[in-house]
């Protein structure tokens, strides 16, 4: 049973390491760790983990069994239709009016939710996959009260059915044998968590990644990415390199980008304009044709060589931001051509212009509960997929988009 995005090899392009140098740089304060947690009535208040959700910290308190055991899905239901509320109270720690912009950021909220700080009703979310930040510069003091108001998953997906009279979107439910819960087409949460044939109905309610208190002057770099290309007519290889940042000032701020690749004898230097507000900046860097770029190949097809690369941006207010990260070079070719005699067509892929045979598997979350999915499980699965000589993990769309861990892993197994 599966929809969605086919990942065809263990590997995306890039890893990334934030790393910002010289004094003026952004100021950061994580609000991960304990968090006061209250159901609905307030009959339910214990402490819990941050990134985390409701489940695990029942469970670490010993208010629930070992939510896997028998039919503790069915008898833990209730966990899932109450609304809890996540709060917490935390000191500035930093003069808040040496900085243009404060952020309250999150990088993960599971799922609907009200945000307030200090009593004042910052936004809502109700998408798990997306990053939230609220703009908190003109309401933050000195000691703070958050507050992140859940509204059951469970609740919000019937509630948006309802308000669907246009058309039916199936299926409602799922197949009673599964004891899940219904409507999870109506929500943008992890779909296995309302249950699946292969899993238990877990709808959690939680901060299941980072938040944290971000501070800057002039601007601050909020994305970064790079993928590689090859240019046949060429046979150039290059990198475009995707940088979002925002803006403070009113003015653009002009500044210089170089990107080094030391092994690949490439640096490059670009001149850039950030308008005000929020914006990207696309790079495109050709690779040195002097040099020989060794490629990225699959597990049993040659090595994983990846390049490691800086990225500098001297801008003309403001601190200086060095990104290190790995360039991989590698091009993926779904080849679907007539075959004589049939009457269809092939169906294979071409990675740096050979034919490879995919034998891999299926990835699902490896955890009901993400909080629980550490390094050390990421490693341990992967490694075994290599190890059973697999050269190809699809992600499967019934569960989350994995985090920056899975695919740094999958890049580096050199395993031939
Ligand atoms: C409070 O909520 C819990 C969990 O939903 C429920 O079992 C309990 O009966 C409620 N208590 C009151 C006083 O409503
Ligand atoms: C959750 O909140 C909704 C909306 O405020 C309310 O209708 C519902 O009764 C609440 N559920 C519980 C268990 O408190
Ligand atoms: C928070 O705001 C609500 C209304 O939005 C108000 O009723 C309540 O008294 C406020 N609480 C505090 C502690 O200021
Ligand atoms: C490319 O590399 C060669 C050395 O292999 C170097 O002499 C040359 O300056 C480089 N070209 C550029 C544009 O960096
Ligand atoms: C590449 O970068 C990593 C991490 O910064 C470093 O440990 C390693 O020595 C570097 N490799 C080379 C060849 O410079």
Known sequence: MGRAALLPLLLVAAAGRAGVSAAGGPEVRSLRGSWWLANGNGSVVL????????????HRRGLIQDPYYRFNDVTYRWISLDNWTYSRTFKTPFDDRKWQKVNLVFEGVDTVAQILINNITLGRTDNM??????????????????????????????EQSRCHKAYSIPPACPPPVQKGECHANFIRKEQCSFSWD???SFPTQGIWKDVRIEAY???????????????????????????????????????LVTVNIPKLQTQQTFSVKLQPGEGSVVLLVNINKSSTVEAWWPNGHGKQTGYNMTTTFIM???YQIEKSSKAYFRTVELVQEPIPGSPGLSFYFRINGRPIFIKGSNWIPADSFQDRVTYDTLWLLLKSAADANMNALRVWGGGVYEQDEFYDISCIFSCN
């Open 47 to 58: 402490r819990g983990e941050v990134p985390g959700c409701v489940h695990t910290a029942l």
């Open 198 to 200: 292969w899993g238990p």
């Open 129 to 158: 996959f997306n990053r939230y930040s609220f703009d908190i510069t003109s309401v933050i003091k000195e000691v703070n009260f958050v507050e992140v108001r859940f509204f059951s998953a469970v609740s919000y997906a019937a």
């Open 217 to 255: 002057n002039h601007y601050h770099l909020i994305y970064f990415s790079l993928t590689s290309f090859f240019e046949k007519s060429a046979q150039q290889w290059s990198l475009e390199i995707e940088s979002i940042f925002d803006v403070v000032s009113s003015k653009p701020i002009a500044g």
């Open 316 to 318: 003309e207010a403001g």
